[in-house]
C-alpha cells in the first residue's frame, strides 16, 4: 500500500475515533488535502520523504491513542501541519486558505485608521471600513486562488 493511501486510511480511522469537538481542533479535512496536494505534487518520493514520513508517523502515532490525546498531541499534529504547508508554500507555490483574507483586512484596517484619523474625525469608523474592503479583496483573492487551484 502506498503512503498516501496508507495516510488517508489512518485520517479516516482518527476521524471515527474522536470526539466532533477535537475532530475540529485539529481541521482533518485540511490534512486530507495535504495527502492529495503531495501525492500529485511529489513526483519522486525522495523529494518529499521527510515531510511524508514526519506526518504519516505523527499520525500513525496519535491513530494508537484511540481518541485520548492529550495537548501536546494536538500540537505535535499541527506543528507537522504547519511544516508540510510551509514546505507547500516555498518549493510549489501553493498558499494556505485565507491567506489573502487576513493579509488583505490588515492592510485595509490600517489603511481605514489613516483615512479615519486625518479625513473622518473617527478612527473607528475608518477602521472599520478599511476592514471590510480589505476582507472583500481578500476574500475575491482566495476564492480565485482556490478556482486555480493553488490553494492548499
Given at each position: 500500500?502506498?503512503?498516501?493511501?496508507?495516510?488517508?486510511?489512518?485520517?479516516?480511522?482518527?476521524?471515527?475515533?474522536?470526539?466532533?469537538?477535537?475532530?475540529?481542533?485539529?481541521?482533518?479535512?485540511?490534512?486530507?488535502?495535504?495527502v492529495?496536494?503531495?501525492?500529485?505534487?511529489?513526483?519522486?518520493?525522495?523529494?518529499?520523504?521527510?515531510?511524508?514520513?514526519?506526518?504519516?508517523?505523527?499520525?500513525?502515532?496519535?491513530?494508537?491513542?484511540?481518541?485520548?490525546?492529550?495537548?501536546?498531541?494536538?500540537?505535535?499534529?499541527?506543528k507537522?501541519?504547519?511544516?508540510?504547508?510551509?514546505?507547500?508554500?516555498?518549493?510549489?507555490?501553493?498558499?494556505?486558505?485565507?491567506?489573502?483574507?487576513?493579509?488583505?483586512?490588515?492592510?485595509?484596517?490600517?489603511?481605514?485608521?489613516?483615512?479615519?484619523?486625518?479625513?473622518?474625525?473617527?478612527?473607528?469608523?475608518?477602521?472599520?471600513?478599511?476592514?471590510?474592503?480589505?476582507?472583500?479583496?481578500?476574500?475575491?483573492?482566495?476564492?480565485?486562488?482556490?478556482?486555480?487551484?493553488?490553494?492548499?
Open positions: 500500500m502506498s503512503i498516501y493511501k496508507e495516510m488517508r486510511t489512518d485520517l479516516w480511522h482518527l476521524a471515527s475515533n474522536l470526539d466532533r469537538h477535537t475532530r475540529k481542533k485539529l481541521e482533518l479535512q485540511v490534512y486530507s488535502n495535504i492529495n496536494r503531495m501525492e500529485h505534487l511529489c513526483n519522486d518520493y525522495s523529494e518529499c520523504s521527510v515531510f511524508l514520513d514526519d506526518m504519516a508517523s505523527t499520525i500513525k502515532e496519535i491513530k494508537e491513542k484511540e481518541g485520548d490525546l492529550k495537548r501536546a498531541d494536538i500540537r505535535a499534529m499541527k507537522v501541519r504547519r511544516d508540510v504547508e510551509s514546505y507547500l508554500e516555498d518549493e510549489h507555490d501553493l498558499i494556505r486558505k485565507g491567506k489573502y483574507m487576513f493579509r488583505y483586512m490588515t492592510v485595509g484596517a490600517l489603511l481605514g485608521s489613516v483615512v479615519g484619523y486625518f479625513f473622518m474625525d473617527f478612527i473607528s469608523v475608518g477602521v472599520l471600513l478599511g476592514a471590510l474592503v480589505g476582507i472583500g479583496i481578500g476574500t475575491k483573492l482566495d476564492r480565485d486562488a482556490k478556482n486555480e487551484g493553488i490553494q492548499i
